[in-house]
């Protein structure tokens, strides 16, 4: 069970650099105007020039409101520190302009659309928010989107179609804007699901393509056909969870009726347990579990069913694990024991076995008093669920020798105290306990008995959900009163000495004694309580002051058992036993063969020896280096003669095991380098615990290892040479983590370094290496780390992790040299051998990715800019090549103009096709600053009775109402 250990300190800020605010700049005042003609040419070479800036700007659609004067100045500041050029126009000055009709329609009709008016007031305040240049691209940009002839691909039929994936239909519709209109596609219903998966594809900027990008349309259509929309908004929610990463690290998957399964599940555990909750206490193979099993309703009503609430907390989702396995292995709910006997003595019925909770119950109904009464003190706490569901626990709570209670889920102590006295007089023998067993996580001086999540589940910085514990502290004066007034009670309520109730009988004239309970023993189920934590700062450089100051310490702090022997002497009650561990320990037996309370280990056989025998046998790093650090202190030379001697023994085994190879290299660091500094072997107390919870996947993370960085070169050199652990190689997170902190502790070179990018890419994706990559710690590092040494794709993994969650500036530059060193004309994608969507995983696409770098055109852009050189996406009405490139969208709208909008077969006002009532609606299909494309099926008399195509409606005639 793992030791509590010192909560990581938070690094300090960095001062914030504080820049001069830029001043202010009055507006240009404009020159006089030239002729329409050169104005237009000098417009037009600005822009060939240098307005791509000013283009980019331009293809942001902005509105003009009531607050235009302070959007202008602002707008007029921003340009002034940019250098822009500053030239706006009214319509009327940008109208003179344009030569053609053609190019005066366009303005027009952009203007109307945006502004929504058919007022010049508002047409000018909304033209008073860009260049003349700008005004100039967004009209070339509609005027370049026609007149194109590019060859029509070739449409996929319906059996092509469905085999496509979700993120090939996309760009299928994207490349071809009027796909609808293939004649191989069935009309009805396939048309209209395969528009819903292009929604749901496109929605909040493709939001959910990252994590359903490779799943089939054929398994997107059926499950359509079969659950309706349902499915997609559990898809949406799935691909929400995968994309995060919380409140569930959530796996990507192809299988598209397990997303939806996960998204449904998903969407009824988030309200019933909080995002908290299950950031803290949900892993992605419980969540799978539970859905697998069908336990989420079961587990939803538990939670919200039982007071007080069960508490879900282990960090490795061991609390979903045990109520899985109540529920499905044993058969039982738990929440069936709220109507029992032991309601009130148990709070989460689901941490034990049906086994133990049924004898429990039976237990609690037996008060003949004829067995030895042994009570467990269990704490309400877990942070790691190490005390679930124990087979050791099971077998003392179902020994027939002995009646065995127990309480678990108290908030204070004073409920524990005040059940002991009441369960002793009903229970106990002569109202006696013979044995009791604290059990719960633990150190030297604390053990965890009571407590609560704070605030019903918050989350410190490492991610863990904060506890408000009463745990029995001798830490401090009211704290260690509290222990003592727990002890005493127990002492008062357990069985006396034969001796003295010999003597008792005997004044009392008494001639046949009742019998006595068999064993009187304490057992601390939990670690380190036998061991000491040294809490003050040794001297460094003086080895017998700080000997001194151990065995000053030693006298005055004593560990849990130690203190409680003491009590028990106090109370002449010496005949009780106790006992405890040196070290943390996992689950082992608690029963000798004489049925006392006990911790027996075949891994770990000398957790209750002296400290001497465990550093020789002992196999947890930080009992071990303990009990090295309180033999190092003792006065006699002979005695750390003979320390030494057991330390250069093991140092020679060369162990492979993880937990034996940290003690080893830990034990020649302190040898070698610090065997008089009594401050150091202090510190590895520290690290030995650090690494050794290592192993555990929830605790492989850098903030983890707080203790480790503050000691400075003692760190650095234990973390240097733990690579011929097994461990090492068959755990990568593990090599991966302790590189990082090599890295921050700054004292090894570039050597960890490279080795961190070459274990990035070996064993990781962006996915897996995100829950043990510390960006926010790295940050400074990223620089460095993408510019020196080391694999290739461990760079790549780095950057593109850098970037999407991050948006480091570095990572970003380094994905641009990347793209750069392809050969032209190939720097808009990635080399495809790089695998980039499969680098990523789930937590964003390549074409994301190439969006965000300026790389690829945005589809979800009101007005994407027009390539370079177009390549037509849309064939009108009887054209046999694609002779536009307009922006693919897939939009719903309703005519909003009042009498109706007229529909054309192309977009020129001469080729009207029908008109449409107000509040008709139309699917959008692609769009530019004057035109909605949209779905129409022709009729009989023009192409054929129901034929689907593509007709154009003025974009200021309609509203959109979904996209």
């Known amino acids: 069970m793992t030791s509590r250990m010192t909560t990581r300190p938070r690094p300090a800020k960095a001062a914030e650099s504080v820049g001069k605010p830029a001043p202010s700049v009055a507006p240009a005042k404009r020159a006089p105007r030239a002729s329409p003609a050169v104005q237009r040419l000098a417009d037009l070479q600005r822009l060939a020039a240098g307005g791509v800036q000013a283009a980019a700007m331009g293809d942001v659609q902005r509105r003009a409101d009531s607050s235009a004067p302070a959007q202008r100045a602002r707008v007029l500041q921003r340009r002034s520190a940019e250098r822009a050029p500053l030239q706006f126009v009214t319509y009327d000055q940008a109208e003179a302009t344009l030569r053609t009709t053609e190019e005066k329609t366009a303005l027009r ?112 259509l059926v499950a359509l056909k079969k659950h309706g929309d349902e499915a997609l908004r559990s898809l949406r929610k799935y691909a929400d969870i995968v994309r995060r990463g919380e409140p569930i690290n959530l796996k990507k998957t192809t299988n598209v009726k397990a997303a939806i399964d996960w998204g449904k599940n998903a969407e009824m555990l988030i309200p019933a347990f909080g995002d908290n909750i299950l950031k803290g206490a949900m892993t992605e193979d419980a969540f799978v579990t539970m859905v697998d099993f069908d336990l989420v ?343 750390r003669a003979l320390l030494v001697s057991r330390m250069m023994a093991r140092v020679a085994n060369k162990s492979p095991e993880w937990n034996l190879a940290v003690i080893e290299r830990c034990m020649y660091v302190a040898m070698r380098h610090y065997w008089d500094n009594g401050k150091a072997l202090r510190y590895l107390t520290f690290i030995a615990g650090e690494l050794s919870h290592a192993k555990s996947e929830s605790s492989c993370k850098v903030a983890h290892f707080a203790n480790t960085r503050q000691t400075n070169f003692v760190g650095a050199f234990v973390l240097r040479d733990l690579s011929r652990a097994t461990a090492w190689t068959d755990v990568p997170r593990i090599a991966l983590v302790v590189h990082q902190v090599r890295m921050l502790l700054g004292k090894d070179g570039a050597g960890p370094g490279e080795a961190f990018i070459n274990q990035l890419g070996a064993h990781f994706d962006c996915r897996r290496a995100r829950r043990f990559v510390d960006l926010a710690e790295l940050r400074p590092l990223i620089g460095t780390l993408l510019g020196g040494a080391g694999s290739a794709k461990g760079k790549l993994v780095l950057a593109l992790l850098s970037y999407v969650k991050d948006r480091n500036a570095t990572a970003k530059a380094h994905l641009e040299h990347v793209l750069d060193a392809r050969p032209a004309p190939n720097h808009t994608s990635f080399d495809p051998t790089l695998r980039v969507g499969a680098l990523l995983n789930g937590i964003s696409t390549e074409d994301e990715v190439l969006i965000r770098l300026g790389r690829k055109p945005d589809p979800f852009a009101n007005a994407a800019p027009a390539p370079a050189d177009p390549t037509g996406n849309l064939a009108p009405r009887g054209e046999e090549l694609n002779t536009m490139r307009l922006q693919s969208v897939n939009w719903e709208a309703t005519i909003s103009k009042a009498g109706g909008a007229s529909l054309y077969t192309k977009p020129d006002a001469a080729s009207k096709v029908t008109r449409l009532k107000r509040n008709a609606t139309v699917k959008i299909i692609a769009h530019n600053e004057l035109w909605f494309a949209v779905a129409y099926s022709y009729g009989a008399g023009l192409v054929g009775s129901g034929t689907p195509g593509t007709a154009f409606v003025l974009r200021d005639q309609v509203t959109v109402t979904r996209r």
Not at 571 to 596: K, Q
């Open 297 to 639: 309703d079961g587990v939803i009503d538990y939670y919200q069913s039982v007071k007080p609430t069960p508490i879900f907390q282990a960090n490795n989702g061991r609390d979903f694990y045990s109520y899985a396995q109540i529920s499905h292995n044993d058969g039982k709910k738990p929440k069936d024991y709220k109507s029992t006997i032991i309601a009130d003595k148990i709070r989460n019925y689901h941490r034990f076995t049906k086994t133990a909770l049924d004898r429990l119950v039976i237990n609690y109904g037996d008060k003949s008093k004829a067995k030895p009464l042994t009570l467990i003190v269990h704490s309400s706490l877990d942070h790691n669920g190490a005390f679930h569901r124990d087979p050791n626990l099971d077998a003392v709570i179902t020994n027939n020798n002995m009646l065995t209670l127990m309480i678990e889920g108290a908030t204070t102590l004073a409920e524990v105290q005040g059940d002991i006295g009441p369960l002793a007089q009903a229970y106990g023998r002569r109202g006696k306990i013979d044995q009791v067993m604290l059990a719960g996580h633990g150190g030297a001086q604390l053990i965890e008995v009571a407590g609560e999540l704070r605030g019903g589940g918050q989350l410190n910085r490492r991610g863990e959900l904060e506890e408000v514990n009463e745990d029995i502290d001798l830490r401090g004066r009211s704290k260690r009163r509290a222990a003592r007034a727990l002890f005493d009670e127990l002492l008062r309520n357990m069985d006396e000495d034969p001796a003295m109730l010999e003597k008792t009988g005997k004044s009392l004239g008494s001639t046949k004694l009742p019998p006595t309970e068999p064993h009187r023993r304490i057992l601390f189920n939990a670690c380190l309580t036998a061991s000491n934590d040294i809490g003050v700062a040794l001297d460094p450089k003086n080895k017998a002051e700080a000997r001194r100051q151990i065995r000053g310490w030693l006298a005055n702090n004593q560990n849990l058992v130690s203190f409680l022997i003491g009590r028990a002497a106090a109370m002449s009650r010496s005949e009780v036993t106790v006992r405890g561990s040196v070290a943390s320990h996992g689950r082992l037996n608690m029963l000798a063969d004489d049925d006392s309370l006990d911790l027996i280990s075949a891994d770990d056989p000398k957790l209750t020896a002296s400290k001497i025998e465990y550093v020789k046998h002992g196999t947890e790093p930080m009992g071990v280096m303990r009990a090295v650090l309180e033999c190092w202190s003792v006065a006699e030379e002979k005695d």
């Open 109 to 220: 009709g952009w203007v109307k659309a945006t502004t929504r008016s058919n007022k010049k007031r508002r047409w000018d305040q909304m033209l008073a928010m860009y260049s003349h240049a700008e005004v100039i691209a967004k009209v070339s940009h509609a005027r370049d989107q026609i007149g194109i002839a590019t060859p029509a691909p070739t449409r996929p039929d319906a059996a092509a179609v469905r085999t496509m994936t979700l993120q090939e239909f996309n760009t299928h519709a994207t490349e071809q804007a009027d796909w609808h209109a293939n004649p191989a596609l069935p009309k009805k219903p396939i048309r209209d699901h395969l528009r819903e998966l292009l929604f749901f594809a496109r929605t909040n900027n493709g939001a959910a393509l990252p994590a359903c990008d490779e799943m089939r349309i054929h398994d997107l």
